[in-house]
């Protein structure tokens, strides 16, 4: 089981992150980000295959009548993490779908997304892209006179009709270690030092984050 | 329709603040088809009105100089494009809130579509839709909402069976059911729960159980959990 002992919410030594510490950090990441981080599903197989072991083991030593009463409760202990666990793989894939569906008529349409999406994901994007302008067409466009029918006018001072990643959106970033310099909106450099916490728009640490030098919080 | 009082884009501002009331007491309303239907007369209309200027011959361009009508197009030209994106607006607006619904009833499309009305906001309180009319929600959908619940259903289906590991090894669903619900963490591995609604005999950990109606049962929270999700049972 990953170490379930002292909740490091900001480890402070990448080097030795278990995989659920790894998946927390990118949990609480995708959550805060404005758009889609690259989807981390290796280490989503590897917990999860950590998990079905652990399932297993556990009915086995459920199923042994030796096991005494501290080993039985231990495996509660064990129980609970497993679901605990399990609740955060939940909540991190139910995020980005989230923001998947969010955005999924500019994904369809923007290759560079696609590499960060799972081949699952990337799918449901388009079908969900293609699913809700059938669904316009149905209700309101085809009733509409011909000139009136696209789904992608570009009238100045109007919202784009497909939604894109805000990424002037505020952060909270939280300097792993000490990072590279970036540039403010205001011309100014930035440089942080581990430990550091900033508020900047999005764009700003985007490749920090990438490269993971920092963390959302 | 008050000529007198009447402007292009009222209607669509109808449509707009019934979406906000929708958000605001967080229910869904009745599908509105009148006024849809009538911002789209009024988007035909409009459109003639452009076509008419634009025909004109003594708006005709040909002695050079600009238009004399193109301020009035604009004008129509404006109000067609805000009315179009109001009526996309209120149509984005409730799959939206239909695709909420469906998320907070751990995806169960049947159960949703004959779900009371009125009782949209499903386990935080008690599903006592009695105030409203006792109408399902079906009967406030459009045809076109209920095939978007369908299909919408269909291509979660897919991505759920559809490995999410790389290597194509077992799909994700074995080990973690997506629709269960994610507002808080599990601190305890059992729960107790009151049977609100008959549910039959159900296999748990600790064997078959039968929940009937009224009966108390401390269970393991995972058996159970979209049961309790769909509103059969109560945590205590």
């Given amino acids: 089981m990953p170490d379930a002992g002292a909740p490091h919410i900001l480890p402070q030594d990448a080097a030795e992150e278990t995989s659920y510490q790894q998946l927390m950090k990118h949990w609480m990441n995708e959550r805060h980000a404005p758009d889609i981080l690259p989807g981390q599903e290796v280490l989503l197989g590897k917990l999860l295959d950590h998990v079905r072991k652990?399932?297993?083991?556990?009915?086995?030593?459920?199923?042994?009548p030796d096991s005494s009463e501290e080993e039985h409760f231990r495996i509660m202990l064990v129980q609970t993490e497993i679901e605990r666990v399990k609740f955060v793989v939940r909540s991190y894939i139910r995020t980005r779908l989230h923001k998947i569906e969010k955005f999924a008529?500019?994904?369809?349409?923007?290759?560079?997304?696609?590499?960060?999406?799972?081949?699952?994901e990337l799918e449901h994007a388009k079908r969900y892209a293609r699913l809700v302008e059938y669904h316009f067409n149905q209700t309101v466009l085809q009733s509409l006179p011909e000139e009136q029918r696209s789904l992608e006018d570009n009238v100045p001072f109007m919202p784009s009709m497909i939604p894109q990643p805000d990424k002037l959106r505020p952060v909270f970033v939280h300097a792993r270690q000490a990072c590279a310099p970036?540039?403010?909106?205001?011309?100014?450099?930035?440089?942080?030092?581990?430990?550091q916490i900033s508020l900047t728009p999005y764009y700003v640490i985007e490749q920090l984050l990438l490269r993971n030098e920092v963390e959302l919080v | 329709m008050n000529a007198a009082s009447h402007q292009f884009g009222d209607l669509a501002t109808q449509l707009l603040t019934e979406s906000r009331r929708s958000t605001a007491t967080d229910?869904?309303?009745?599908?509105?088809?009148?006024?849809?239907?009538?911002?789209?007369?009024?988007?035909?209309?409009?459109?003639?009105?452009?076509?008419?200027?634009?025909?004109?011959?003594?708006?005709?361009?040909?002695?050079?100089?600009?238009?004399?009508?193109?301020?009035?197009?604009?004008?129509?030209?404006?109000?067609?494009?805000?009315?179009k994106r109001c009526l996309l607006a209120y149509h984005h607006h409730r799959i939206e809130r239909l695709?909420?619904?469906?998320?907070?009833?751990?995806?169960?499309?049947?159960?949703?579509?004959?779900?009371?009305?009125?009782?949209?906001?499903?386990?935080?309180?008690?599903?006592?839709?009695?105030?409203?009319?006792?109408?399902?929600?079906?009967?406030?959908?459009?045809?076109?909402?209920?095939?978007?619940?369908?299909?919408?259903?269909?291509s979660l289906?897919?991505?759920?069976?559809?490995?999410?590991?790389?290597?194509?090894?077992?799909?994700?669903?074995?080990?973690?059911?997506?629709l269960a619900p994610i507002t808080r963490p599990p601190k305890d591995l059992h729960v107790l729960v009151r049977v609100v609604r008959d549910c039959g005999v159900v296999s748990t950990e600790q064997g078959a159980i039968d929940f009937r109606k009224g009966h108390r049962f401390l269970v393991h929270r995972a058996d159970v959990e979209h049961l309790i999700v769909q509103g059969f049972l109560e945590e205590v």
């Avoid at chain 2, 007369?41 to 634009?54: N, P, S, V, Y």
């Fill in chain 1, 54 to 64: 652990q399932s297993d083991d556990v009915q086995l030593l459920r199923a042994d």
């Fill in chain 1, 105 to 120: 008529r500019f994904i369809a349409a923007t290759p560079e997304m696609h590499e960060r999406l799972s081949k699952a």
């Fill in chain 1, 182 to 195: 970036v540039r403010l909106p205001d011309g100014s450099a930035l440089t942080m030092q581990k430990g």
């Fill in chain 2, 27 to 83: 229910t869904l309303f009745k599908y509105n088809d009148v006024l849809v239907r009538s911002i789209i007369r009024e988007q035909r209309q409009l459109e003639g009105f452009i076509q008419a200027a634009l025909n004109d011959p003594k708006n005709n361009p040909a002695n050079g100089g600009e238009n004399p009508a193109m301020p009035t197009i604009l004008l129509y030209q404006t109000a067609i494009m805000r009315n």
């Fill in chain 2, 99 to 154: 695709k909420d619904l469906y998320w907070a009833v751990g995806g169960a499309v049947p159960l949703l579509l004959s779900m009371p009305s009125g009782s949209s906001n499903v386990g935080s309180q008690q599903t006592g839709g009695a105030a409203s009319a006792p109408s399902d929600i079906r009967s406030k959908l459009s045809p076109h909402e209920v095939d978007f619940l369908r299909s919408y259903a269909a």
């Fill in chain 2, 157 to 178: 289906l897919v991505l759920r069976t559809e490995a999410f590991s790389s290597d194509g090894t077992e799909g994700l669903t074995e080990d973690v059911d997506l």
